[in-house]
C-alpha cells in the first residue's frame, strides 16, 4: 500500500500524471543515520522542472506522515534529496522525454 499511495501523493504534489511517476523501495540496505541503527531512510525525487522550495516543502510534508506510518521512520530519521533533471536526461520508450536525437 505504501507504494500505490506514495505514487499518488507524488503525482499530486508535482502536478504530473501517476503515469510518469515511479517509486521504489529498497529495504534491508544497511543505513546509519544521526549514528544509530533505529529505522531511518535516504529519500531521493528526480523530476523533469516542476520542482520549487513550495514544491518540495509540499512534498516533504506529504511523504512523513507515510514513512511513518508504513516504516516507522520518524520525521527526524530520513532526508530527501531533490533533483532537477532536464528532459533528455530521462529515458522512456526507447528514447528520452526531449525526443529523438
Known sequence: EFLKEASAM???????PEAYVTVRVQTG??????????????CDLFCI????????HKYSAGL????????????TRY?????IKERH???????TFAGPA
Do not use: R
Not at 29 to 42: C, K, R, V
Not at 49 to 56: F, H, R, T
Open 10 to 16: 507524488t503525482a499530486e504534489c508535482l502536478g504530473k
Open 29 to 42: 540496505a544497511s543505513l546509519i543515520f544521526g549514528g544509530t541503527d533505529e529505522p531511518a531512510a535516504q
Open 49 to 56: 522542472g516542476v520542482l520549487s522550495q513550495a514544491v518540495n
Open 64 to 75: 512523513a506522515p507515510l514513512l511513518e506510518k508504513y516504516f516507522g521512520i520518524a520525521k
Open 79 to 83: 532526508y530527501i534529496t531533490y533533483a
Open 89 to 95: 536526461e530521462i529515458g522512456y520508450n526507447g528514447s
